[in-house]
């Protein structure tokens, strides 16, 4: 049984940072794209940061330069070090995995951010 199981979230304030974690079990990703996807209240799910295979990343521009995308394999983890955050970071952060990486065939079941300001 493939379960991805998310942690770190919480309330933090704008400008401090964050971590968040996935453990993978029941699931050999490491051929696979990992992923973290956000959903903010009234809008849609939407990826913004992924971590090839081969450990090449990627990222939406609105994060790039302060979230980074990273896993373990030997502990089967993904992280995202969360950095200088804002308000409008505030959403529901799941992380996912398949084949391709904006389109997964597994996902977590989402940890909540809150960014005051």
């Known amino acids: 049984q493939v379960q991805l199981v998310e942690s770190g979230g919480g309330s933090v304030q704008a400008g401090g940072s964050l971590r968040l974690s996935c453990q993978v079990s029941g699931y050999t990703y490491s051929s696979h794209c990992m992923a973290w996807f956000r959903q903010a209240p009234g809008k849609e799910r939407g990826g913004f940061a992924a971590?090839?295979?081969?450990?090449?990343?990627h990222y939406l521009s609105s994060v790039k330069g302060r979230f980074t995308i990273a896993k373990d394999n030997a502990k089967r983890t993904l992280y995202l070090q969360m950095s200088g955050v804002k308000p409008e970071d505030t959403a529901m952060y799941y992380c996912?995995?398949?084949?391709?990486?904006?389109?997964?065939?597994?996902w977590g079941q989402g940890t909540q951010v809150t960014v005051s300001s």
């Open positions: 996912a995995s398949g084949v391709y990486c904006w389109k997964p065939d597994y």
């Open positions: 971590i090839d295979s081969d450990g090449s990343t």
